[in-house]
């Protein structure tokens, strides 16, 4: 197991040196254009006091960089591998700067964000506080635009914040009670992005827009009004609008549907490295679209440049089969899910008697003793994978192996005691248990798509929980949205699907992957429903253990130091894996990465995690270039 700090000189950022203190030099692709006058030199465009970081290679410019999607809507996922936030991550999760040249907070609750000085859209207009005011007022509070108001993380204890435009280059928000959420929100690889291109939008905006050119622009689009419009015509992170203007490394260039996205390096991006040399290094960024099952057969067919998505470690033997021919290397990079693979009771299920055995703490951890999580790990993962529960990875410093290693011990002399403990002493002639009512204890576990790789790891869960316990499983995959709505209602008994998003999580982060506060926690729906409609639908925790989450959950938040937070997350962490409310099977499973021989700047071993991390975002792909020399 690799540590996290060991991948951070990938990307060390500095402190941000004045303009002056740097020999900027011309991006080649582009002497041309400012040779013409179509665009200003690189010191006129990048900011005065631009981010500079130092990659672990000094890199050249040049080069279309290939990538592989399944569907035409993610040209968002460049928003993500882009990552350019108010404030990021770097490797070693420390909020640092990005867009913004500083950040200032005051008791958790005063953050003031300075721009930098001469920071630009990528088409050139000043990037400005006046971008956070237009937000605030002109869509965030606009009902037109926002019928629910602003987004959640504005929202403390019902309170919105004061919004301040301090000078042109500085903004403030504050709030009575701190908002701890607020700044890992915005390093987020799905951000709130609580700024707009003013200048591009007002022109679609009711209060700003000449009436007859606005309707001339509403009729010709079939819309029923300025809004939709507005809508249509604003979304930084779809990222499919090649007209708005955006601040990420590379710029849209093909409207949706295509087969083909290309991405062109932005003129004004605001980082350099420490020679003076604007980023990003490649030129282009072709992104593919292909069925998500010839994923794996394009990679290795050598039709990509850096490939994650869709690759799973069911692939790897085939992969690394291919890559002298085809001049790739299959990096093995670690899966930042709390597991790989998990099982949710759903507590919430409309049968009473499932509902009340689901409920009861014995049930669930006779089925994860009745799991043989090292055959799972060997079998399918060729032991590269931990047997463990659904918890944070020893990775993050909140990592308590009692947790990670509790209810897990394949163990069905245990399991059969709890079981009988129950009361599920009877058996059909095949050995199945029988329910309280005399039903046989089946239980379907639902699915979303039809991955392989869950197929066969339940299979094997399948038979000892059959051969070992009497406890009967099958299994139904179905479309996402269906096997949602199907738990929601109720419907579903158990359902299989990725562990905590977050397994690598500070102290500072948020603990919702283990609190009931959010519907789409398959394990307590209800409860996260509740919650996230202030009790409007849904059902309140009327469980001691889910009472105690949402108090830790609400204790987190109004805590005033890293430490106290810490502590709460321990109880947290305690308190979920003891009740087994979900049941992780392995984790720290690895993450094949597909790299072209002649990219560099790839770690070789690096983090694979959505939020924090940004996929590859957190290792700032602007700084990856192509080389003659192979990686």
Known sequence: MFSLRLTAPIVAALIAAPAFALELKETPTLTDKVTAGELPPVAERVPATPRVVEPTGIGTHGGDLRILMSRARDTRMMSVYGYARLVAYDPDLNLVPDILESFDVEEGRIFTLTLREGHKWSDGHPFTAEDFRYYWENIAQNEELAPFGPPPVFRVEGELPR?????????????????????????????????????????????????????????????????????????????????????????????PPAQQFVFVRNPYFHRVDVEGQQLPYIDRVLMNIADGKLIPAKAGAGETDLQARNLFMSNYTFLRQSEEREGYRTLLWSAARGAQIALFPNMHHEDPVWRELFRDRRFRRALSLGIDRDEINDVIYFGLALPANNTVMPESPLFNDEYQTRWTEFDPDLANELLDEIGLTERDADGVRLLPDGRLLEIV??????????????????????????????????????????????????????????????????????????????????????????????????????????????????????????????????????????????????????????????????????????????????????SDTPG
């Open 163 to 255: 919004f301040e435009v301090v000078d042109e280059r500085t903004v403030r928000y504050s709030w009575t009670n701190p908002n701890p959420f607020f700044l890992s929100k915005l390093a987020s690889p799905r951000p709130d992005f609580i700024y707009r291109p003013a200048h591009f939008l007002k022109q679609f905006h009711g209060e700003f827009a000449d009436p007859a050119t606005l309707d001339a622009l509403i009729k010709k689009r079939r819309l029923r009004s300025w809004a939709p419009l507005h809508n249509a015509m604003d979304n930084l992170y779809r990222n499919d609008n090649p007209e708005l203007p955006t601040l990420d490394p590379w710029v849209n260039t093909v409207r």
């Open 445 to 626: 576990v639902e699915t979303a798509g039809d991955s392989t790789e869950q197929v066969d790891v339940l299979q094997l869960v399948h038979d000892t929980w059959l051969n070992e316990l009497g406890v009967k499983i099958f299994t139904r995959p179905s479309q996402t949205e269906v096997f949602r709505n199907r738990i929601f209602a109720g419907q579903t008994q158990m359902a299989a699907a990725p562990g905590a998003d977050n397994a690598i999580a500070t102290a500072a982060m948020s603990p919702s992957d283990f609190v009931p506060i959010q519907q789409i926690h398959y394990q307590w729906p209800k409860w996260g429903q509740y919650f996230e409609t202030d009790g409007k639908a849904g059902e309140a925790p009327d469980m001691p253990a889910g009472i105690e989450l949402l108090d830790l959950y609400n204790s987190w938040r109004r805590a005033d130091t890293d430490g106290q937070r810490a502590e709460i997350w321990d109880r947290i962490l305690d308190v979920y894996t003891d009740e087994v409310f979900s049941i992780g099977i392995v984790c720290c499973t690895r993450q094949p990465v597909v790299v072209s021989e002649s990219l560099q700047n790839i770690p070789e071993e690096g983090i694979y995690s959505w939020d924090p991390g940004a996929h590859f975002g957190i290792y700032l792909p602007d700084t990856f270039y192509f």
